[in-house]
């Protein structure tokens, strides 16, 4: 299983996602800010404060998508 190295928030509600195994995966998120569980995205300071422990992207501890679901985003 992969973990996920540093996130790096980007422009358009786009997120770097830097992998352990040297791959690299830009999830655009913006299709996805008019949904309960990622309208609080939309506020760009919130967005901007992408962190991750390996397993999970966090934003301040009231939203989380785990690496299984960064490879299931990335194919849609």
Do not use: H
């Amino acid at each position: 299983m992969s973990y996920i190295q540093s996130v790096m928030p980007k422009e358009n509600y786009c997120i770097e996602v830097f992998l352990d195994n040297g791959s690299c995966i830009i999830l655009n998120l913006e299709s996805r800010l008019k949904t309960v569980r990622f309208g609080m995205l939309s506020d760009k300071a919130l967005f901007n404060q992408a962190t991750t422990d390996g397993s999970y992207i966090r934003w301040n501890n009231m939203l989380e998508i785990s690496v299984n679901e960064v490879f299931q985003l990335a194919q849609k």
